[in-house]
Each structure stands twice: as C-alpha cells, then as structure tokens.
C-alpha cells in the first residue's frame, strides 16, 4: 500500500475516534476504506467508533460497509468494544441477561446474540454455552417475571437486558442442584426445545 493510501486510512480511524462524521465522509469520499486496520492492532474505523460511543459515525460507517465481524488483533469484534447500548444496537447486537433458576449465586451474566439472527435455538445454544449447562437438561426459558419463552417470535420480541432464567429439569439421576454444573462437549442444542419453535 503506498504511504498515501495508509496515511488516508490512518486519518480516517483517528475522524472515527474522535466523532468527527463530516471528517469520516470526506476520507470515504476521498477513497479511504472503510475496513482497513492498523498494522500493530487490527483495529478498524468502526472499532475506534464504537470503542468511544460516537453512535451517529457508527451508522455511517456500516452505511458505507464497514464490516462489524472485522476482529481487532487481540480479537475483539466492534460490538465488543462498544461500553454503550445505544452503539450495540446500531450494530445489530441484543444484549440478555441470562441465570439459571435457583442456584445459589443468583447472578445474571449477559450475552450478545445477532439480531438478525434471532431464534430460540441461538439463545439456548447461547445461554447453555455461557452458562456451562448441557442443553439437555434446560426444561424452559423463562422471561422474568413470569413469561415462558417457546418459539421465535417469543424471542423476537425480546428488548436490551432483558431478564432471563433457564428452569433446568429435575432428576433423581441427576441432583438439581448439580445439574448447572454439567458441562457437556456436544454442541449446545436442545432438540426437544428447539421442537418448540415454528
């Protein structure tokens, strides 16, 4: 790449850094691309963007095809990067937060699903892999306070933190209390669950 081009690049991460959209469209306009990274840390225009919360570059940036599954060279993707959820949700990122019912330590961990490709199964996959639960053992996703979760659309309808609670089946085999434990290496997929979408 010859030092014109890199230095066009440069300055547009350093506009995207600093929120400056008039600065951005004239380095796009100019030829800039919108995906270069910096040589030493991977990072893009949309990372710097999303990293310091300037919300109206972002939306210009992925407008003009700014690819948000770029990774940084330390593998953070831009919405990882964005500390707003206002920024997530330009990316097109639903943040949840997920438990399982019951368990001593009653905290909520959140995730990240892709809002365009929202369906019961992801979130279980999801919740069950972040959570360390074997997919079997999930009976029900439930929407706090009291909504059970069955089909797509249901999970469609969810909003920014929304409360969630995986309700585990209850076994002799298999103690409730340990079942959060259960690690499984198969893929985190419950296919009686996953019956229940249509």
């Given at each position: 790449m010859s030092g014109?081009?890199?230095?066009?690049?440069e300055r547009l991460r350093e506009a995207a850094a600093l929120g400056d959209a008039e600065e951005v469209r004239r380095l796009l306009a100019a030829g800039a691309d919108v995906n270069s990274r910096n040589e030493i840390d991977g990072w893009t225009c949309?990372?710097?963007?999303?990293?310091?919360?300037?919300?109206?570059?972002?939306s210009l940036l992925l407008d003009?095809?700014?690819?948000?599954?770029?990774?940084t060279a330390a593998g953070q993707l831009a919405a990882q990067l964005a500390g707003r959820a206002h920024v997530r949700r330009i990316l097109g990122e639903l943040v949840l937060k997920v438990r399982v019912q019951n368990l001593r330590d009653d905290d909520f961990i959140e995730i990240e699903l892709d809002r365009q490709e929202l369906t019961y199964r992801d979130l279980l996959r999801v919740s069950c892999?972040?959570?360390g639960v074997n997919p079997l053992q999930v009976e029900r996703i439930r929407k706090l306070p009291n909504?059970?979760?069955?089909?797509?659309?249901?999970?469609?309808?969810l909003q920014d933190f929304q409360e969630l609670e995986l309700v585990l089946v209850r076994s002799?085999?298999?103690p409730?209390?340990?079942?959060a434990s259960t690690l499984s290496e198969r893929p985190c997929y419950?296919?009686?669950a996953s019956k229940l979408t249509y």
């Open positions: 014109g081009a890199e230095e066009l690049q949309l990372h710097w963007a999303c990293k310091r919360s300037h919300a109206p570059v972002v003009a095809g700014a690819d948000p599954r770029i990774p892999c972040e959570l909504t059970v979760l069955r089909k797509d659309k249901d999970v469609a309808r002799d085999s298999s409730f209390r340990n079942a419950n296919s009686s």
